[in-house]
DNA sequence: CTGAAAGCGCTTACAG
DNA sequence: CTGAAAGCGCTTACAG
């Protein structure tokens, strides 16, 4: 057993000439133990090098001190910022954060979740792919949320595509317009799918089913593929809406002639030829609204119900402006 | 405690009428245990919905099965990236991965190594900003090494930075190269910079002191505010060496008029506008291969020593090609 | 094949 | 102010 080579708590006691009981105390400045004593212990706690086991303590205490964060994918900046949002409030807080990635696979998002609930995580903050199920555990969606779920910060999806879909009408005129888009999964990938058909709508534009191209593992790929396969039908569209990053930055690898606004912000937008016309998320705010909704569960308060983060809409080049 | 509510192995030795110890064995699939048991034992547990606490089993095994994961900054695609790999391979092994991220702080890098210590982690792996102190873990650098490492996956900084400047010497017949990089810490920051004078020397350029631009906290701002100091010199620059991404997004945001290389690829940067001739690291393969030597070391293995990864160049425009 | 017992390293009522 | 004792939820020699 490893144990064998860590100074365990009894050590600091032995040494000191005290009990654990003491020592316990001490080392988490209880006013119950005299000061001499306190000081001492301290000491050899540090001369000792002295760490407690996390596993002990908060198997006795019922209680971790930890929260778990799940996300589709780490490497996506969206998720990235947001991870650092729940950082920033949680740590804050005096909780440790869990991360763990789901690659968006359901079967990979229970397996994570079952490991943090096994951890004993006293809260999570979840971007479900679909496979949550409830855990037990006071959780806060943000990005999708379960159906069930009592708490959760979203995106105003409908709000944000109908945003991009007026630009592209108004502004420039566009008539045949296309979505290139998550698959339609309830949450966030239904609402921007409706969002579009209702916001074509709303401006009076025709929608014809073969303008709706919905991608489903590698969406670098297939915003590329369907966007080719878009500009070869016989009455290609001439503005297409990406609903994600990945999305938008495949079809900016299909071609360059088309107008192309994109739901998410990709990394480095105003740099990329042509610089990307996409929503403002506030990510890291995102996150830390989330945490912040975890918190207050966490301290004894009610649910908080869903909240939905407004998107503004930053105009650049490639939807035709300039 | 939160363990009122939660069914645990003695509910199911109870409801499956026998003991802990029979539950504990049938559950692991022991062949210790009767087939007819062992059966009733699993039925009980799914009805219960039983889910072992980790914290107690790790406890009393001495062996978490878990691996910590260190890096300055997840939101980097590198780092994202080597992430990634590391998941691979260690989840293959049946270990589940704990993130930290640092900020580059090494405060918060201590802070982070001993949260993971705390909670008894079986190994690390640990890209340093500087915080690293031996922890008694087995443990496994990449990127940036502490100087006390016995098993580290490395970049070879020099022979990339060397690459990068060979080819603005030769290729475009550059004279006035400068440096606009990583503070010099010991490790990648230092390797980076030593490279760069070396590699100036090897093509026989001269290097003015005042060619060589270190950023400290914010490697994009300082990259575009560097590089405009740069061009605003009596005899400016005619080509800037990035040493890292982030810093070539910065001095892209300065200027374009002058040849830009960077060692590290910035995302999406075929489509960014110069596209950015930079330096293709193979991230993931870097995570996997320290995990790789971290299950080594975990399987009993000696410490692998130190190995450096080949970089190779890829030439875009940025640089002046084309 | 099964169970009673001890113990992992802590914390906290309880008694003094 | 301090200590002996019990217990968090598991696992595993030990005995049968």
Redo the contacts between chains.
């Keep these: 057993?490893?144990?064998a080579?860590?100074t365990t708590l009894s050590d600091v006691a032995r040494e000191a000439g005290v009990s654990p009981a003491t020592v316990s105390r001490a080392l988490a400045n209880s006013p119950l133990v005299n000061e001499r004593t306190r000081q001492r212990v301290w000491e050899v706690a540090e001369r000792l090098r002295f760490?407690?086991?996390?596993?002990?303590s908060?198997?006795r205490r019922?209680?971790?001190l930890a929260v778990g964060v799940v996300v589709p994918d780490?490497?996506a900046?969206f998720y990235?910022?947001a991870?650092?949002g729940v950082?920033d409030v949680v740590e804050a807080a005096g909780y440790?954060?869990?991360?763990?990635?789901t690659e968006r696979d359901a079967r990979r998002e229970r397996e994570a979740l079952?490991?943090l609930?096994?951890?004993?995580v006293d809260g999570l903050v979840v971007a479900t792919s679909g496979g949550y199920g409830d855990m037990?555990v006071p959780t806060v969606f943000f990005d999708n949320a379960a159906p069930e779920a009592s708490a959760a910060v979203l995106l105003d999806n409908e709000d944000g595509i109908f945003q991009l879909v007026w630009h592209l009408a108004t502004v420039h005129g566009h008539e045949r317009i296309a979505y290139v888009g998550l698959p339609a999964s309830p949450g966030a990938g239904r609402e921007r799918l409706e969002g579009f058909r209702a916001a074509v709508g709303r401006c009076g534009l025709a929608l014809p089913p073969q303008y709706v191209a919905l991608g489903t593992s590698d969406w670098e790929r297939d915003g590329r593929d369907l966007t080719a396969a878009l500009l070869a039908l016989e009455e290609p569209p001439t503005a297409i809406v990406a609903g994600a990053d990945l999305f938008a930055?495949g079809a900016?690898?299909a071609a360059r002639e088309v107008a192309l606004v994109s739901f998410d912000e990709?990394?480095?937008a105003d740099?990329?030829?042509p610089?990307v016309t996409s929503l403002d998320r506030h990510d890291r705010q995102l996150g830390r609204r989330a945490a912040e909704l975890l918190l207050e569960v966490l301290g004894g308060g009610a649910p908080a119900g869903i909240e939905r983060v407004p998107l503004s809409l930053t105009v650049r080049r490639s939807c035709g402006c300039e």
């Design positions: 057993l490893s144990s080579f860590r760490r407690p086991n996390r596993l002990a908060s198997l019922g209680a971790t780490v490497a900046r990235a910022a991870l650092k950082h440790h954060v869990l991360v763990v990635n079952d490991f609930r096994a951890y004993q037990g930055i900016l690898r990709p990394e480095f740099l990329l030829e610089s």
